[in-house]
């Protein structure tokens, strides 16, 4: 059946002659819904980070795109994703994210789960004093497991279960940053914050695709890594970005650096890449330290970012740390009134989407084909 709303074929034309995506898919919960079952859960997408949960028994429930999940680390240290409800009546297991101890209990009537997702305990289920019962099979009723992966500290999804293996569908990046295959460090608590923004998530991965609106939006950053520093990245149909040939290392007032990572090319004595993976993550990548940005959508128009500072060490200096994280935070809190300027003019009717710049907006473009190839069922 054609799409009525959106002109796929319009959209997926070379960058020179293709418009954006139409309001629609900015504002309309039924456009949203349909992109988080295509975009999202069809796919890998980016739910949290292992360093959400350090620890064997640490838990943190996540909402993802409405769907209750549980990141959980097992005492065998291995890092899972479940569903966070309990196979008796579906009552949410973990509220707030907690250490457990022993036991995942349900707080409904105490059917008890290993951290690794089985069914231990069923108390009074065959009637008072009577922890079984024939018809209660606690091998077949464990927590349902989402298929996961992790990657770059990043634990990736697939809801529906049948995307090609991670490595499989992202092998292309794997390989072009084998460089920074490295052991990665969070750099704690002050590397890592949230922003929450008024935005559609689309509208912070085109955003942070492009680097032509760095003369306006971040004066600081160009300062010295200037537009003419800058070059696209474009992966159809699985990331874009830029890349900057003037990164700087951040230095303390003693002059000291973060260590870089082991064993670099020369080529990142000076260069930096910043991509988007489809759908949802923002990874950058320098020699002395990474960061990580996973967009939760909240609905059609809001979404929270969630950021985190990586470094090669696990012994990196808590004040520069600080002074990096604050600088990010500059950084990306300048690019929040247009992203929330993009979404409030998406609700004009006579916007048609847009055209784009075909020498600067091409990774944007890219995105956008992406979207229009998956939902037309074409990719
Ligand atoms: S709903 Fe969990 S034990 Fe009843
Ligand atoms: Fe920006």
């Given at each position: 059946?054609?799409?009525?709303?959106?002109?796929?074929?319009?959209?997926?034309?070379?960058?020179?002659?293709?418009?954006?995506?139409?309001?629609?898919?900015?504002?309309?919960?039924?456009?949203?819904?349909?992109?988080?079952?295509?975009?999202?859960?069809?796919?890998?997408?980016?739910?949290?980070?292992?360093?959400?949960?350090?620890?064997?028994?640490?838990?943190?429930?996540?909402?993802?795109?409405?769907?209750?999940?549980?990141?959980?680390?097992?005492?065998?240290?291995?890092?899972?994703?479940?569903?966070?409800?309990?196979?008796?009546?579906?009552?949410?297991?973990?509220?707030?994210?907690?250490?457990?101890?022993?036991?995942?209990?349900?707080?409904?009537?105490?059917?008890?789960?290993?951290?690794?997702?089985?069914?231990?305990?069923?108390?009074?289920?065959?009637?008072?004093?009577?922890?079984?019962?024939?018809?209660?099979?606690?091998?077949?009723?464990?927590?349902?497991?989402?298929?996961?992966?992790?990657?770059?500290?990043?634990?990736?999804?697939?809801?529906?279960?049948?995307?090609?293996?991670?490595?499989?569908?992202?092998?292309?990046?794997?390989?072009?940053?084998?460089?920074?295959?490295?052991?990665?460090?969070?750099?704690?608590?002050?590397?890592?914050?949230?922003?929450?923004?008024?935005?559609?998530?689309?509208?912070?991965?085109?955003?942070?695709?492009?680097?032509?609106?760095?003369?306006?939006?971040?004066?600081?950053?160009?300062?010295?890594?200037?537009?003419?520093?800058?070059?696209?990245?474009e992966a159809p149909g699985l990331y874009s970005?830029?890349?900057?040939?003037?990164?700087?290392?951040?230095?303390?007032?003693?002059?000291?650096?973060?260590?870089?990572?082991?064993?670099?090319?020369?080529?990142?004595?000076?260069?930096?890449?910043?991509?988007?993976?489809?759908?949802?993550?923002?990874?950058?990548?320098?020699?002395?330290?990474?960061?990580?940005?996973?967009?939760?959508?909240?609905?059609?128009?809001?979404?929270?970012?969630?950021?985190?500072?990586?470094?090669?060490?696990?012994?990196?200096?808590?004040?520069?740390?600080?002074?990096?994280?604050?600088?990010?935070?500059?950084?990306?809190?300048?690019?929040?009134?247009?992203?929330?300027?993009?979404?409030?003019?998406?609700?004009?009717?006579?916007?048609?989407?847009?055209?784009?710049?075909?020498?600067?907006?091409?990774?944007?473009?890219c995105?956008?084909d992406w979207?229009?190839g998956?939902?037309?069922?074409?990719?």
């Amino acid at each position: 059946m054609p799409d009525t709303i959106t002109d796929f074929a319009a959209i997926r034309r070379p960058v020179a002659e293709a418009r954006g995506l139409p309001n629609p898919h900015y504002t309309d919960p039924a456009r949203h819904a349909r992109e988080r079952d295509r975009l999202f859960f069809d796919t890998w997408a980016g739910l949290a980070v292992a360093a959400d949960v350090p620890e064997p028994g640490d838990a943190r429930p996540v909402d993802y795109l409405g769907v209750p999940l549980l990141l959980i680390r097992g005492r065998d240290g291995a890092v899972r994703v479940f569903q966070n409800i309990c196979r008796h009546r579906g009552m949410i297991l973990v509220a707030e994210p907690r250490r457990i101890e022993g036991a995942i209990r349900c707080p409904y009537h105490s059917w008890c789960y290993g951290t690794d997702g089985r069914l231990v305990a069923t108390p009074h289920v065959g009637g008072p004093g009577m922890n079984t019962h024939e018809a209660i099979d606690k091998a077949t009723l464990g927590l349902i497991e989402a298929r996961s992966h992790v990657w770059r500290d990043v634990v990736w999804v697939n809801l529906s279960g049948d995307a090609p293996p991670f490595e499989e569908v992202h092998a292309n990046l794997i390989a072009r940053w084998t460089d920074f295959d490295r052991a990665l460090h969070h750099g704690g608590a002050e590397s890592r914050f949230t922003l929450d923004v008024n935005c559609n998530w689309k509208l912070a991965v085109e955003n942070y695709c492009e680097s032509y609106h760095l003369p306006w939006v971040h004066p600081g950053l160009n300062a010295y890594s200037r537009l003419e520093d800058h070059y696209n990245i474009e992966a159809p149909g699985l990331y874009s970005g830029q890349g900057s040939t003037l990164y700087r290392q951040i230095r303390g007032a003693d002059g000291a650096t973060f260590p870089d990572f082991p064993a670099l090319p020369a080529y990142w004595d000076t260069a930096a890449e910043y991509v988007a993976l489809y759908p949802n993550v923002l990874l950058g990548v320098h020699r002395d330290h990474a960061f990580t940005i996973i967009l939760q959508p909240v609905s059609q128009g809001r979404t929270v970012e969630h950021i985190h500072l990586y470094y090669a060490t696990d012994d990196t200096a808590p004040e520069l740390r600080a002074a990096n994280a604050a600088q990010w935070k500059t950084v990306f809190e300048e690019d929040i009134f247009v992203v929330e300027g993009m979404q409030a003019g998406r609700s004009a009717p006579g916007f048609d989407g847009g055209r784009f710049s075909p020498a600067m907006d091409g990774p944007t473009h890219c995105f956008h084909d992406w979207v229009a190839g998956r939902l037309a069922g074409v990719p």
